[in-house]
């Protein structure tokens, strides 16, 4: 099993930035694939960014070049580093997990964990 936490979620002006953070327990020692989704109010969840075992990124078009995913497996913690931040950005983000090592697409039915979610505000 892995649980996930995140934090970090906040309200913010329209150009700032913040920095989400995931916090991971597993039962395994070797890293996998971990991703950030969104999910706005009367919206379906969308992929954000996902990073696999191997440091690999890929991410949504609508956030390429202003967010940047990490991770810290010493501290088992994934980051999601958020900047130029718009008013559309706004919605609760939601830490995701698959146990294998590459990633598959960044979809929700691909990713069995997640955590609770945290909200991010961004006002013009």
């Known amino acids: 099993q892995v649980q996930l936490r995140e934090s970090g979620g906040d309200s913010v002006q329209s150009g700032g930035s913040l920095r989400l953070s995931c916090g991971v327990s597993?039962?395994?020692?070797?890293?996998?694939?971990m991703a950030w989704f969104r999910q706005a109010p009367v919206k379906e969840r969308e992929g954000v960014a996902r990073?696999?075992?191997?440091?690999?990124?890929r991410y949504a078009d609508s956030v390429e070049g202003r967010f940047t995913i990490s991770r810290d497996d010493a501290k088992n913690t994934l980051y999601l580093q958020m900047n130029s931040l718009k008013p559309e950005d706004t919605a609760m983000y939601y830490c995701?997990?698959?146990?294998?090592?590459?990633?598959?697409?960044?979809?929700?039915?691909?990713?069995?964990?997640w955590g609770q979610g945290t909200q991010v505000t961004v006002s013009s």
């Open positions: 990073i696999d075992r191997y440091g690999d990124t």
């Open positions: 995701a997990a698959d146990l294998r090592p590459y990633c598959r697409l960044l979809e929700t039915r691909n990713f069995p964990y």
């Open positions: 597993r039962i395994t020692s070797r890293s996998f694939c």
